[in-house]
Protein backbone atom coordinates (compact mmCIF):
# COMPACT_ATOMS: atom_id res chain seq x y z
CA UNK A 1 0.00 0.00 0.00
CA UNK A 2 1.66 3.36 -0.64
CA UNK A 3 0.28 6.67 0.49
CA UNK A 4 0.66 9.82 -1.12
CA UNK A 5 0.18 13.08 1.63
CA UNK A 6 -0.89 16.46 1.17
CA UNK A 7 -2.03 19.22 3.69
CA UNK A 8 -4.11 22.18 2.97
CA UNK A 9 -4.59 23.78 6.80
CA UNK A 10 -6.29 21.55 8.87
CA UNK A 11 -6.71 19.21 6.21
CA UNK A 12 -5.04 16.13 4.88
CA UNK A 13 -5.56 14.56 1.61
CA UNK A 14 -4.53 11.06 1.29
CA UNK A 15 -4.06 9.15 -2.15
CA UNK A 16 -4.21 5.21 -1.59
CA UNK A 17 -2.71 2.78 -4.05
CA UNK A 18 -2.56 -1.17 -4.06
CA UNK A 19 -4.72 -3.44 -1.77
CA UNK A 20 -6.08 -2.57 1.72
CA UNK A 21 -6.57 -6.27 3.25
CA UNK A 22 -5.31 -8.23 6.11
CA UNK A 23 -1.66 -8.38 4.72
CA UNK A 24 -1.07 -4.34 4.40
CA UNK A 25 -3.59 -3.41 7.16
CA UNK A 26 -1.54 -3.19 10.21
CA UNK A 27 1.28 -1.41 8.01
CA UNK A 28 -0.91 1.22 6.53
CA UNK A 29 -3.04 1.84 9.99
CA UNK A 30 0.99 2.27 11.59
CA UNK A 31 1.60 4.76 8.31
CA UNK A 32 -1.41 6.79 9.12
CA UNK A 33 -0.59 7.19 12.98
CA UNK A 34 2.97 8.34 11.83
CA UNK A 35 1.44 10.78 9.51
CA UNK A 36 -1.13 11.99 12.15
CA UNK A 37 1.81 12.10 14.82
CA UNK A 38 4.09 14.24 12.44
CA UNK A 39 1.27 16.70 11.28
CA UNK A 40 -0.50 17.35 14.70
CA UNK A 41 -2.70 19.99 13.65
CA UNK A 42 -4.11 18.12 10.62
CA UNK A 43 -8.07 17.11 11.84
CA UNK A 44 -9.78 15.96 9.05
CA UNK A 45 -8.47 13.43 6.34
CA UNK A 46 -9.76 13.01 3.03
CA UNK A 47 -8.85 9.30 1.44
CA UNK A 48 -8.59 9.01 -2.12
CA UNK A 49 -9.29 5.67 -3.10
CA UNK A 50 -9.05 5.41 -6.82
CA UNK A 51 -6.40 3.33 -7.04
CA UNK A 52 -7.70 0.90 -4.22
CA UNK A 53 -8.83 -1.76 -6.40
CA UNK A 54 -9.41 -4.51 -3.46
CA UNK A 55 -10.52 -4.02 0.26
CA UNK A 56 -11.47 -7.11 2.77
CA UNK A 57 -13.04 -7.16 5.93
CA UNK A 58 -10.05 -6.62 7.79
CA UNK A 59 -8.81 -3.88 5.99
CA UNK A 60 -12.29 -2.39 6.17
CA UNK A 61 -11.38 -2.99 10.09
CA UNK A 62 -8.62 -0.45 10.00
CA UNK A 63 -10.56 2.15 8.19
CA UNK A 64 -12.74 2.14 11.20
CA UNK A 65 -10.89 2.12 13.60
CA UNK A 66 -9.01 4.83 12.19
CA UNK A 67 -12.13 6.80 11.60
CA UNK A 68 -12.72 5.93 15.52
CA UNK A 69 -9.07 7.59 16.69
CA UNK A 70 -9.74 10.35 14.23
CA UNK A 71 -13.27 11.73 15.81
CA UNK A 72 -12.04 11.31 18.84
CA UNK A 73 -10.67 14.32 18.23
CA UNK A 74 -13.57 16.08 16.79
CA UNK A 75 -12.11 15.23 13.07
CA UNK A 76 -13.26 13.45 10.11
CA UNK A 77 -12.21 10.69 7.46
CA UNK A 78 -14.17 10.74 4.26
CA UNK A 79 -13.59 8.84 1.31
CA UNK A 80 -13.41 9.47 -2.56
CA UNK A 81 -14.39 7.08 -5.61
CA UNK A 82 -14.51 4.09 -4.28
CA UNK A 83 -14.07 1.17 -7.11
CA UNK A 84 -17.13 -1.02 -7.88
CA UNK A 85 -15.82 -3.81 -5.69
CA UNK A 86 -14.94 -1.94 -3.09
CA UNK A 87 -18.20 0.25 -3.16
CA UNK A 88 -19.61 -3.28 -3.09
CA UNK A 89 -17.76 -4.36 0.37
CA UNK A 90 -18.73 -0.90 1.92
CA UNK A 91 -22.63 -1.25 0.97
CA UNK A 92 -23.35 -4.57 2.04
CA UNK A 93 -21.21 -4.20 5.43
CA UNK A 94 -23.23 -1.39 6.11
CA UNK A 95 -19.78 1.11 6.42
CA UNK A 96 -21.94 3.54 4.40
CA UNK A 97 -23.52 4.38 7.00
CA UNK A 98 -20.49 5.33 8.98
CA UNK A 99 -18.14 6.81 5.99
CA UNK A 100 -19.23 9.25 3.95
CA UNK A 101 -18.17 8.92 0.43
CA UNK A 102 -17.69 11.79 -2.61
CA UNK A 103 -16.74 11.71 -6.35
CA UNK A 104 -13.60 13.79 -5.90
CA UNK A 105 -11.81 15.30 -3.58
CA UNK A 106 -12.84 19.00 -3.94
CA UNK A 107 -16.43 17.89 -3.54
CA UNK A 108 -15.19 15.86 0.05
CA UNK A 109 -12.59 18.65 0.87
CA UNK A 110 -15.42 20.95 0.68
CA UNK A 111 -17.86 19.03 2.22
CA UNK A 112 -15.34 18.76 5.08
CA UNK A 113 -14.71 22.63 5.24
CA UNK A 114 -18.82 23.89 5.54
CA UNK A 115 -18.99 20.74 8.31
CA UNK A 116 -16.22 22.64 10.21
CA UNK A 117 -17.43 26.27 9.18
CA UNK A 118 -18.80 28.32 12.08
CA UNK B 1 -41.74 -31.03 -25.48
CA UNK B 2 -39.25 -28.60 -23.16
CA UNK B 3 -36.01 -27.49 -25.63
CA UNK B 4 -33.41 -26.49 -22.70
CA UNK B 5 -31.50 -25.51 -25.80
CA UNK B 6 -30.73 -21.88 -26.51
CA UNK B 7 -28.02 -18.88 -25.72
CA UNK B 8 -27.53 -18.72 -21.82
CA UNK B 9 -29.67 -14.94 -21.50
CA UNK B 10 -28.31 -14.29 -17.62
CA UNK B 11 -25.04 -16.06 -18.04
CA UNK B 12 -23.66 -14.65 -14.56
CA UNK B 13 -26.86 -16.57 -12.56
CA UNK B 14 -26.46 -19.87 -14.26
CA UNK B 15 -23.05 -20.58 -14.36
CA UNK B 16 -22.28 -24.18 -14.85
CA UNK B 17 -25.55 -25.34 -14.81
CA UNK B 18 -28.39 -25.38 -17.19
CA UNK B 19 -30.65 -22.64 -17.43
CA UNK B 20 -33.79 -24.85 -17.32
CA UNK B 21 -32.38 -25.93 -13.81
CA UNK B 22 -32.48 -22.30 -12.76
CA UNK B 23 -34.33 -21.67 -9.65
CA UNK B 24 -37.37 -19.50 -9.35
CA UNK B 25 -38.66 -19.50 -5.45
CA UNK B 26 -36.76 -22.30 -4.49
CA UNK B 27 -37.51 -24.40 -7.32
CA UNK B 28 -35.85 -24.72 -11.10
CA UNK B 29 -37.70 -23.71 -14.15
CA UNK B 30 -38.07 -27.14 -15.62
CA UNK B 31 -40.33 -28.27 -12.40
CA UNK B 32 -42.91 -25.56 -13.30
CA UNK B 33 -43.57 -26.90 -16.86
CA UNK B 34 -43.57 -30.42 -15.98
CA UNK B 35 -45.91 -29.10 -13.76
CA UNK B 36 -47.99 -27.51 -15.68
CA UNK B 37 -48.26 -30.33 -18.20
CA UNK B 38 -49.08 -32.97 -15.53
CA UNK B 39 -51.49 -30.43 -14.77
CA UNK B 40 -52.93 -30.22 -18.00
CA UNK B 41 -53.35 -34.31 -18.34
CA UNK B 42 -49.89 -35.03 -20.40
CA UNK B 43 -48.09 -37.79 -19.50
CA UNK B 44 -45.01 -37.99 -22.02
CA UNK B 45 -42.40 -35.18 -21.77
CA UNK B 46 -39.11 -34.86 -23.93
CA UNK B 47 -36.86 -32.72 -22.81
CA UNK B 48 -34.24 -31.36 -25.36
CA UNK B 49 -30.98 -30.33 -24.59
CA UNK B 50 -27.71 -29.66 -25.62
CA UNK B 51 -25.56 -28.89 -22.45
CA UNK B 52 -26.05 -30.29 -18.69
CA UNK B 53 -27.69 -33.50 -19.73
CA UNK B 54 -26.03 -35.08 -16.53
CA UNK B 55 -27.79 -32.65 -14.13
CA UNK B 56 -31.44 -32.28 -15.93
CA UNK B 57 -31.28 -36.47 -15.85
CA UNK B 58 -29.94 -36.34 -11.99
CA UNK B 59 -32.68 -33.58 -11.53
CA UNK B 60 -35.98 -35.28 -13.46
CA UNK B 61 -34.82 -38.65 -13.00
CA UNK B 62 -37.54 -40.65 -14.74
CA UNK B 63 -40.77 -38.00 -14.18
CA UNK B 64 -42.34 -40.61 -11.68
CA UNK B 65 -42.47 -38.06 -8.91
CA UNK B 66 -45.10 -35.78 -10.98
CA UNK B 67 -46.98 -38.43 -13.03
CA UNK B 68 -45.39 -37.84 -15.98
CA UNK B 69 -42.92 -40.23 -18.02
CA UNK B 70 -39.65 -37.85 -18.75
CA UNK B 71 -37.35 -38.29 -21.77
CA UNK B 72 -33.94 -36.42 -22.25
CA UNK B 73 -32.51 -36.50 -25.67
CA UNK B 74 -29.42 -34.46 -26.92
CA UNK B 75 -30.72 -31.82 -29.69
CA UNK B 76 -30.23 -32.56 -33.31
CA UNK B 77 -31.82 -36.28 -32.30
CA UNK B 78 -34.04 -37.80 -34.64
CA UNK B 79 -35.82 -38.34 -31.19
CA UNK B 80 -37.84 -34.80 -30.93
CA UNK B 81 -39.43 -35.98 -34.59
CA UNK B 82 -40.44 -39.31 -33.30
CA UNK B 83 -41.62 -37.68 -30.02
CA UNK B 84 -43.97 -35.45 -31.86
CA UNK B 85 -45.10 -38.00 -34.57
CA UNK B 86 -46.22 -40.50 -31.56
CA UNK B 87 -48.00 -37.87 -29.95
CA UNK B 88 -50.34 -37.61 -32.90
CA UNK B 89 -53.13 -35.28 -32.05
CA UNK B 90 -53.04 -35.32 -28.55
CA UNK B 91 -52.31 -32.48 -26.12
CA UNK B 92 -48.72 -31.35 -27.09
CA UNK B 93 -46.84 -29.01 -25.13
CA UNK B 94 -43.74 -27.10 -26.67
CA UNK B 95 -41.17 -24.81 -24.91
CA UNK B 96 -38.56 -22.97 -26.60
CA UNK B 97 -36.13 -21.14 -24.92
CA UNK B 98 -35.77 -19.30 -21.09
CA UNK B 99 -39.61 -19.08 -20.70
CA UNK B 100 -41.39 -18.85 -17.34
CA UNK B 101 -45.23 -20.40 -17.26
CA UNK B 102 -47.03 -17.73 -14.75
CA UNK B 103 -50.06 -19.06 -13.66
CA UNK B 104 -52.89 -16.52 -13.16
CA UNK B 105 -55.86 -19.12 -13.18
CA UNK B 106 -58.07 -20.21 -15.71
CA UNK B 107 -58.78 -23.15 -18.52
CA UNK B 108 -57.54 -24.13 -21.52
CA UNK B 109 -61.08 -24.32 -23.67
CA UNK B 110 -61.55 -26.92 -26.50
CA UNK B 111 -64.05 -26.16 -29.01
CA UNK B 112 -64.50 -29.99 -30.38
CA UNK B 113 -61.27 -31.30 -28.18
CA UNK B 114 -59.05 -29.00 -29.94
CA UNK B 115 -57.31 -25.91 -29.39
CA UNK B 116 -54.21 -24.33 -30.53
CA UNK B 117 -52.38 -21.31 -28.85
CA UNK B 118 -48.87 -19.59 -29.97
CA UNK B 119 -46.77 -17.41 -28.57
CA UNK B 120 -43.46 -16.35 -30.07
CA UNK B 121 -40.85 -13.91 -28.54
CA UNK B 122 -37.17 -13.10 -29.10
CA UNK B 123 -35.49 -16.91 -29.05
CA UNK B 124 -38.47 -17.90 -26.76
CA UNK B 125 -41.85 -20.03 -28.21
CA UNK B 126 -44.12 -21.83 -26.99
CA UNK B 127 -47.05 -23.34 -28.47
CA UNK B 128 -50.27 -25.45 -26.90
CA UNK B 129 -52.12 -27.84 -29.56
CA UNK B 130 -54.82 -30.46 -29.18
CA UNK B 131 -56.89 -32.23 -31.57
CA UNK B 132 -56.41 -32.11 -35.65
CA UNK B 133 -54.99 -28.56 -36.92
CA UNK B 134 -57.67 -27.72 -38.72
CA UNK B 135 -60.37 -28.15 -36.06
CA UNK B 136 -58.54 -26.35 -33.72
CA UNK B 137 -59.81 -23.29 -32.01
CA UNK B 138 -57.46 -21.05 -31.53
CA UNK B 139 -57.48 -19.56 -27.77
CA UNK B 140 -54.45 -17.18 -26.56
CA UNK B 141 -52.56 -18.62 -23.16
CA UNK B 142 -54.13 -15.34 -20.88
CA UNK B 143 -57.17 -16.65 -21.29
CA UNK B 144 -55.90 -20.01 -20.23
CA UNK B 145 -54.92 -18.72 -16.94
CA UNK B 146 -50.66 -18.85 -18.24
CA UNK B 147 -48.39 -16.47 -19.44
CA UNK B 148 -45.67 -16.83 -20.65
CA UNK B 149 -42.65 -15.17 -19.03
CA UNK B 150 -39.31 -14.80 -20.42
CA UNK B 151 -36.36 -14.85 -18.76
CA UNK B 152 -33.70 -12.69 -20.79
CA UNK B 153 -32.52 -10.61 -17.95
CA UNK B 154 -31.25 -10.51 -14.07
CA UNK B 155 -33.90 -7.67 -13.75
CA UNK B 156 -36.57 -10.13 -15.52
CA UNK B 157 -35.69 -12.75 -13.10
CA UNK B 158 -35.52 -10.76 -9.86
CA UNK B 159 -38.94 -9.46 -11.05
CA UNK B 160 -40.42 -12.46 -11.23
CA UNK B 161 -39.26 -13.68 -8.37
CA UNK B 162 -40.37 -11.25 -6.21
CA UNK B 163 -43.54 -11.08 -8.23
CA UNK B 164 -44.52 -15.13 -7.06
CA UNK B 165 -42.98 -14.46 -3.31
CA UNK B 166 -45.66 -11.66 -3.19
CA UNK B 167 -48.57 -12.48 -5.09
CA UNK B 168 -48.48 -15.72 -6.63
CA UNK B 169 -47.17 -18.58 -4.86
CA UNK B 170 -50.58 -20.15 -4.23
CA UNK B 171 -51.01 -21.22 -8.25
CA UNK B 172 -48.35 -23.41 -7.95
CA UNK B 173 -47.06 -25.96 -5.90
CA UNK B 174 -45.04 -24.79 -3.12
CA UNK B 175 -41.90 -25.65 -2.04
CA UNK B 176 -41.02 -26.78 1.75
CA UNK B 177 -43.75 -26.32 4.61
CA UNK B 178 -45.89 -23.91 4.85
CA UNK B 179 -45.61 -21.56 7.97
CA UNK B 180 -49.65 -20.60 7.72
CA UNK B 181 -50.71 -16.85 6.49
CA UNK B 182 -47.68 -14.90 5.64
CA UNK B 183 -46.27 -16.97 2.50
CA UNK B 184 -43.18 -18.16 4.43
CA UNK B 185 -41.86 -21.59 3.09
CA UNK B 186 -39.08 -23.68 4.89
CA UNK B 187 -37.36 -26.36 3.59
CA UNK B 188 -36.32 -29.34 5.59
CA UNK B 189 -33.52 -29.84 7.63
CA UNK B 190 -32.57 -25.94 8.14
CA UNK B 191 -31.95 -25.15 11.38
CA UNK B 192 -32.67 -21.85 12.77
CA UNK B 193 -31.86 -20.05 16.12
CA UNK B 194 -34.46 -18.70 18.12
CA UNK B 195 -33.37 -15.17 17.72
CA UNK B 196 -33.48 -15.68 14.18
CA UNK B 197 -36.34 -13.43 12.72
CA UNK B 198 -38.45 -14.50 9.40
CA UNK B 199 -40.85 -12.38 8.02
CA UNK B 200 -42.74 -13.57 5.39
CA UNK B 201 -43.25 -13.66 2.44
CA UNK B 202 -39.93 -15.72 2.05
CA UNK B 203 -38.66 -18.79 0.82
CA UNK B 204 -35.77 -20.77 2.40
CA UNK B 205 -34.38 -24.22 0.93
CA UNK B 206 -33.23 -27.25 2.25
CA UNK B 207 -29.77 -27.52 4.25
CA UNK B 208 -29.69 -24.24 5.15
CA UNK B 209 -28.06 -22.72 8.69
CA UNK B 210 -28.83 -19.48 10.14
CA UNK B 211 -26.62 -17.79 12.77
CA UNK B 212 -27.96 -15.69 16.12
CA UNK B 213 -29.93 -12.88 14.89
CA UNK B 214 -30.41 -12.77 11.46
CA UNK B 215 -33.11 -11.53 9.53
CA UNK B 216 -34.74 -13.35 6.76
CA UNK B 217 -36.91 -11.84 4.69
CA UNK B 218 -39.52 -9.70 3.62
CA UNK B 219 -39.28 -11.11 0.51
CA UNK B 220 -36.09 -12.79 0.27
CA UNK B 221 -35.29 -16.71 -1.76
CA UNK B 222 -32.70 -18.26 -0.09
CA UNK B 223 -31.28 -21.32 -2.08
CA UNK B 224 -30.62 -24.93 -0.91
CA UNK B 225 -27.39 -25.26 1.63
CA UNK B 226 -26.83 -21.82 2.34
CA UNK B 227 -24.85 -20.49 5.40
CA UNK B 228 -25.84 -17.05 6.48
CA UNK B 229 -23.74 -15.64 9.50
CA UNK B 230 -24.77 -13.85 12.63
CA UNK B 231 -26.68 -10.30 12.91
CA UNK B 232 -27.07 -10.39 8.77
CA UNK B 233 -30.45 -9.43 7.10
CA UNK B 234 -31.54 -10.75 3.84
CA UNK B 235 -34.40 -8.66 2.42
CA UNK B 236 -35.83 -8.10 -0.81
CA UNK B 237 -32.76 -10.60 -1.71
CA UNK B 238 -32.39 -13.74 -3.79
CA UNK B 239 -29.33 -16.38 -2.24
CA UNK B 240 -28.32 -18.72 -4.81
CA UNK B 241 -27.08 -22.59 -3.87
CA UNK B 242 -24.15 -23.36 -1.94
CA UNK B 243 -23.51 -19.73 -1.12
CA UNK B 244 -21.76 -18.42 2.79
CA UNK B 245 -23.32 -14.93 3.50
CA UNK B 246 -20.46 -13.55 6.57
CA UNK B 247 -21.33 -11.73 9.95
CA UNK B 248 -23.08 -8.85 10.06
CA UNK B 249 -24.21 -7.80 6.12
CA UNK B 250 -26.87 -6.21 4.70
CA UNK B 251 -28.67 -7.86 1.77
CA UNK B 252 -30.64 -5.85 0.21
CA UNK B 253 -31.89 -5.79 -3.72
CA UNK B 254 -29.24 -7.88 -4.59
CA UNK B 255 -28.57 -11.41 -5.84
CA UNK B 256 -26.13 -13.70 -4.31
CA UNK B 257 -23.95 -16.61 -6.07
CA UNK B 258 -21.39 -17.96 -4.39
CA UNK B 259 -18.84 -14.61 -3.85
CA UNK B 260 -21.06 -12.89 -6.66
CA UNK B 261 -22.88 -10.41 -5.90
CA UNK B 262 -25.45 -8.81 -8.79
CA UNK B 263 -27.44 -5.99 -9.11
CA UNK B 264 -30.64 -7.09 -10.86
CA UNK B 265 -32.14 -3.77 -11.65
CA UNK B 266 -28.32 -3.23 -14.23
CA UNK B 267 -27.16 -6.78 -14.10
CA UNK B 268 -23.61 -6.04 -13.07
CA UNK B 269 -21.97 -8.33 -10.76
CA UNK B 270 -18.83 -7.85 -8.64
CA UNK B 271 -17.21 -10.74 -7.45
CA UNK B 272 -15.40 -10.60 -3.75
CA UNK B 273 -12.07 -12.83 -2.51
CA UNK B 274 -12.99 -12.04 0.98
CA UNK B 275 -14.49 -15.63 2.00
CA UNK B 276 -15.36 -12.96 5.52
CA UNK B 277 -18.34 -11.77 3.54
CA UNK B 278 -19.47 -14.16 0.67
CA UNK B 279 -17.85 -17.08 -0.85
CA UNK B 280 -19.06 -20.54 -2.49
CA UNK B 281 -19.52 -23.35 -0.38
CA UNK B 282 -17.65 -26.34 -1.89
CA UNK B 283 -19.88 -29.57 -2.06
CA UNK B 284 -18.90 -31.86 0.64
CA UNK B 285 -16.25 -34.62 0.45
CA UNK B 286 -16.43 -37.92 2.04
CA UNK B 287 -19.75 -38.97 3.58
CA UNK B 288 -19.12 -38.59 7.66
CA UNK B 289 -19.70 -42.09 8.14
CA UNK B 290 -16.75 -43.30 5.47
CA UNK B 291 -14.66 -40.77 7.51
CA UNK B 292 -15.45 -42.49 10.95
CA UNK B 293 -14.92 -46.04 10.09
CA UNK B 294 -11.52 -45.36 8.28
CA UNK B 295 -10.98 -42.96 10.69
CA UNK B 296 -11.10 -45.09 13.57
CA UNK B 297 -8.76 -47.52 11.59
CA UNK B 298 -6.14 -45.19 11.57
CA UNK B 299 -6.42 -44.12 14.70
CA UNK B 300 -5.43 -47.43 15.77
CA UNK B 301 -2.47 -47.96 13.40
CA UNK B 302 -1.40 -44.76 15.05
CA UNK B 303 -1.90 -45.76 18.47
CA UNK B 304 0.20 -49.16 17.80
CA UNK B 305 2.96 -46.76 16.16
CA UNK B 306 3.29 -43.63 18.38
CA UNK B 307 2.71 -45.39 22.11
CA UNK B 308 5.81 -47.23 21.80
CA UNK B 309 7.74 -44.18 20.95
CA UNK B 310 5.48 -41.79 23.58
CA UNK B 311 6.79 -44.28 26.42
CA UNK B 312 10.35 -44.70 25.14
CA UNK B 313 11.03 -40.94 24.90
CA UNK B 314 8.57 -39.17 27.07
CA UNK B 315 9.00 -41.84 30.39
CA UNK B 316 12.47 -41.18 31.09
CA UNK B 317 11.79 -37.16 30.56
CA UNK B 318 8.92 -37.49 33.04
CA UNK B 319 11.34 -39.45 35.42
CA UNK B 320 13.81 -36.60 35.12
CA UNK B 321 11.04 -34.32 35.40
CA UNK B 322 12.10 -32.97 32.47
CA UNK B 323 8.53 -32.74 31.28
CA UNK B 324 5.46 -30.93 33.39
CA UNK B 325 1.78 -31.39 33.07
CA UNK B 326 -1.17 -29.58 33.61
CA UNK B 327 -4.50 -31.45 32.97
CA UNK B 328 -7.54 -29.64 30.77
CA UNK B 329 -10.95 -30.53 29.43
CA UNK B 330 -12.34 -29.51 26.46
CA UNK B 331 -16.19 -30.36 24.07
CA UNK B 332 -15.65 -32.37 21.39
CA UNK B 333 -17.70 -32.07 18.02
CA UNK B 334 -20.10 -33.78 19.45
CA UNK B 335 -20.50 -31.96 22.78
CA UNK B 336 -18.35 -35.09 24.80
CA UNK B 337 -15.74 -33.36 26.73
CA UNK B 338 -12.64 -34.62 26.34
CA UNK B 339 -9.58 -33.92 29.33
CA UNK B 340 -6.33 -33.80 28.03
CA UNK B 341 -3.03 -32.91 29.21
CA UNK B 342 -0.68 -30.33 28.57
CA UNK B 343 3.16 -30.68 28.49
CA UNK B 344 5.91 -28.72 28.95
CA UNK B 345 9.64 -28.85 29.16
CA UNK B 346 13.15 -27.69 27.56
CA UNK B 347 15.88 -29.57 25.93
CA UNK B 348 16.80 -31.24 23.16
CA UNK B 349 14.82 -34.68 24.03
CA UNK B 350 11.66 -32.51 24.66
CA UNK B 351 11.80 -30.91 21.46
CA UNK B 352 12.28 -34.48 19.45
CA UNK B 353 9.39 -35.86 22.18
CA UNK B 354 6.89 -32.69 21.29
CA UNK B 355 8.51 -32.77 17.10
CA UNK B 356 7.35 -36.41 16.66
CA UNK B 357 3.67 -34.94 18.11
CA UNK B 358 3.82 -37.29 20.97
CA UNK B 359 2.66 -34.76 23.33
CA UNK B 360 -0.46 -34.53 20.97
CA UNK B 361 -1.07 -37.82 20.67
CA UNK B 362 -4.38 -38.10 22.40
CA UNK B 363 -6.22 -35.09 20.53
CA UNK B 364 -4.19 -36.35 17.25
CA UNK B 365 -6.01 -40.01 17.34
CA UNK B 366 -9.47 -38.20 18.49
CA UNK B 367 -8.75 -35.62 15.16
CA UNK B 368 -7.96 -38.76 13.21
CA UNK B 369 -10.79 -40.84 14.43
CA UNK B 370 -12.97 -37.73 13.42
CA UNK B 371 -14.02 -37.02 17.38
CA UNK B 372 -11.94 -33.76 16.86
CA UNK B 373 -11.61 -31.18 14.09
CA UNK B 374 -7.68 -31.15 12.72
CA UNK B 375 -7.61 -27.76 12.54
CA UNK B 376 -9.99 -24.82 13.52
CA UNK B 377 -9.93 -22.56 16.49
CA UNK B 378 -6.80 -21.91 18.38
CA UNK B 379 -4.92 -25.54 19.60
CA UNK B 380 -6.56 -26.36 23.01
CA UNK B 381 -4.34 -25.53 25.29
CA UNK B 382 -4.44 -22.01 24.12
CA UNK B 383 -7.98 -21.68 24.46
CA UNK B 384 -9.27 -24.27 26.81
CA UNK B 385 -8.50 -23.45 30.22
CA UNK B 386 -8.61 -26.06 33.46
CA UNK B 387 -11.80 -23.78 34.54
CA UNK B 388 -14.82 -22.67 33.18
CA UNK B 389 -16.56 -23.94 30.08
CA UNK B 390 -15.76 -22.65 26.62
CA UNK B 391 -18.13 -19.87 24.79
CA UNK B 392 -20.59 -22.47 23.31
CA UNK B 393 -20.57 -23.18 19.63
CA UNK B 394 -17.13 -23.91 20.31
CA UNK B 395 -15.18 -26.33 17.60
CA UNK B 396 -11.70 -27.48 19.64
CA UNK B 397 -9.33 -28.45 16.87
CA UNK B 398 -5.75 -29.40 17.12
CA UNK B 399 -3.86 -26.86 14.92
CA UNK B 400 -5.05 -23.11 14.06
CA UNK B 401 -5.99 -22.01 11.20
CA UNK B 402 -5.22 -18.46 12.00
CA UNK B 403 -1.84 -19.14 12.92
CA UNK B 404 -0.70 -21.00 9.24
CA UNK B 405 -2.52 -18.30 6.99
CA UNK B 406 -0.19 -15.46 9.32
CA UNK B 407 -3.68 -13.23 9.35
CA UNK B 408 -3.49 -10.73 11.69
CA UNK B 409 -6.82 -9.58 13.78
CA UNK B 410 -7.01 -6.46 15.33
CA UNK B 411 -10.54 -7.93 17.69
CA UNK B 412 -9.32 -9.74 20.51
CA UNK B 413 -11.87 -12.75 20.02
CA UNK B 414 -9.52 -14.46 17.56
CA UNK B 415 -11.77 -18.11 18.50
CA UNK B 416 -14.59 -16.27 17.47
CA UNK B 417 -13.06 -15.50 14.04
CA UNK B 418 -11.72 -18.65 13.81
CA UNK B 419 -14.97 -20.53 14.06
CA UNK B 420 -16.19 -18.79 11.56
CA UNK B 421 -13.78 -18.53 9.37
CA UNK B 422 -13.15 -22.73 9.51
CA UNK B 423 -16.97 -23.16 8.90
CA UNK B 424 -16.76 -21.27 5.63
CA UNK B 425 -13.19 -23.10 4.56
CA UNK B 426 -12.37 -26.41 6.16
CA UNK B 427 -11.32 -28.66 3.61
CA UNK B 428 -8.79 -31.73 4.30
CA UNK B 429 -6.31 -30.35 1.97
CA UNK B 430 -6.14 -27.10 3.98
CA UNK B 431 -6.20 -29.08 7.27
CA UNK B 432 -3.05 -31.25 5.83
CA UNK B 433 -1.14 -28.10 4.72
CA UNK B 434 -2.01 -26.68 8.47
CA UNK B 435 -0.30 -29.44 9.86
CA UNK B 436 2.70 -29.68 8.05
CA UNK B 437 3.97 -26.39 8.81
CA UNK B 438 3.10 -27.04 11.99
CA UNK B 439 5.30 -30.07 12.23
CA UNK B 440 7.99 -27.77 10.51
CA UNK B 441 7.67 -25.16 13.17
CA UNK B 442 7.80 -28.22 15.79
CA UNK B 443 11.08 -29.23 14.49
CA UNK B 444 13.10 -26.09 14.16
CA UNK B 445 11.65 -25.63 17.74
CA UNK B 446 9.66 -22.52 17.23
CA UNK B 447 5.97 -21.70 19.08
CA UNK B 448 3.57 -22.09 16.72
CA UNK B 449 -0.52 -22.67 17.89
Known amino acids: MQLQFE ?27 ALGSAHPDVVDWVLDMDNVDFLDSSGLGVLISLLKRVTEKKGDIVLVSLQKKVLMVFEITRALRIFRVFDTVEEASRAVRMKDAP | MFNADGPDLIPILNVGTPWALLPVCGRPIVEYWIELASTLGIKECLVVADEGIEQLESFLGTGSRWGVHIRIAFSGMAQTETFLREAGNDLRLHIEGPLFPKRTGGTVAAGGG ?88 LVIG ?34 LKATYIGRNLDITGRIILGNRIIDPLSGESVELSDPWIVRHIPPKGFPAWLHLFFGQMAALLFLLLLLPLRYLIGFPLRLGGRIRTAPFSCPDRFGSTCTFVRAYGEGLRFRLYTALLLDLTPQLLLAVAGRLYLCGTDALYDRCRPAGPPPQGYYPGVFNY ?48
Open chain 1, 7 to 33: QNATLATVALRGHLSASTGNAFREEMI
Open chain 2, 206 to 239: NRCRFGTFTTVGPNAIVADDVVVDSRTVITNAIV
Open chain 2, 114 to 201: AVSMTYRGHNVAMSLHAGAPDSAVEQDFESAGIIPFPLDSTRRYYALSMDMLKYGMSGYLTPGYASGGDGSFVGMDTLTPASCELKGP
Open chain 2, 402 to 449: SGARGMVFSTPDIADIDRRYYAATRSPAEDLRILFRFLGYRILGRRAS
